[in-house]
């Protein structure tokens, strides 16, 4: 699968929204904004009214409180719908119990590769204990969020290039701005591919395991950088119709080697990445 991932789509819109993307050309997939932080039964049915739209496309959405995840799934009952869960420090043992438990989930904000190796070990031991019992096996998105990460990351680079004795260093850490999170998601996206080609997939997909899906959150003035196969591209949904026909190709795949050289280097400026995620995920 490839296209377009809308994010924030207006949860509380019934009519119009919902029948706006149920005809929307190259929309993979939409996540809903979020729900508010208690029940609602009028969000309720429009999650409905989106997931009916997009018929088997997935709509990525969470309840308003984490404890009402499995009532709240319960309730709109459509087949779509994946549960929105922010990652967090336990997101490892989080996916693996909600691949246990037959959730379809999209785990949302990984910013290193570390911490995406984590969760996706994590849900495929799920979905292995799930196929130890004979059950079916739940689709799984993964996303990487380029935007906030970039966000960060730029901060810290131009701090430390004003303060830079001289141009040669202003220049080393010039070269790392707006490219991180690019380099994460190239990264991420090996690390998925290899592991949907090995004999532990292989064992889940003999027993009809979705492929998961990696969801990258990218500005959209930068599509084309992103695409890749089995990849699809979260960009705001205020922001769809304005936007340029999906971009497909490998370039995201093809850039591999560069981002993992890029990566590779950050320890030499002093800048651990994992912290950041942690900070990031901290701050969601």
Not at 4 to 18: I, M
Not at 68 to 82: M, Q, S, T, W
Not at 222 to 236: G, I, K
Request: contains cysteine.
């Amino acid at each position: 699968m490839s296209g377009l991932w809308l994010d924030g789509a207006p949860l509380d819109t019934l009519g119009r929204a919902a029948s706006e993307l149920g005809r929307a050309k190259g929309v993979a997939g939409v996540s809903c904004a979020p729900a508010g932080s208690e029940r609602c039964a009028a969000r309720e049915d429009a999650a409905r009214a989106l997931a009916d739209a997009l018929g088997d496309r997935p709509l990525s959405v969470g309840p308003g409180r984490a404890s009402d995840a499995k009532g709240f799934l319960a309730r709109v009952g459509r087949p779509n719908i994946l549960l929105r869960v922010p990652v967090r420090g336990d997101a490892p043992a989080a996916a693996r119990a909600w691949a246990a438990a037959g959730q379809a989930t999209h785990l949302a904000g990984l910013f290193a590769p570390s911490r995406f190796d984590a969760v996706l070990d994590g849900w495929l031991s799920g979905l292995e204990a799930r196929a130890a019992e004979g059950k079916p096996l739940p689709a799984g998105c993964f996303g990487v969020d380029v935007c906030s990460l970039d966000r960060t990351f730029d901060s810290i680079a131009r701090q430390r290039m004003d303060s830079a004795p001289t141009e040669f260093i202003r220049a080393a850490y010039r070269v790392l701005v707006g490219r991180v999170g690019w380099a994460v998601a190239a990264v991420c996206r090996r690390r998925l591919a290899l592991a949907l080609n090995g004999q532990r997939f292989a064992a889940l997909a003999a027993r009809r395991a979705p492929r998961p899906l990696l969801v990258v959150t990218a500005p959209p003035e930068r599509l084309p950088e992103f695409a890749a196969p089995e990849t699809v591209l979260a960009v705001p949904y205020a922001a769809a119709a304005a936007l340029p026909a999906v971009p497909e190709g490998r370039a995201l795949e093809d850039a591999y080697d560069d981002a993992k050289r890029m990566l590779d280097k950050l320890a030499n400026y002093q800048i651990d990445l994992d912290v950041i995620a942690g900070e990031l995920e901290g701050a969601a």
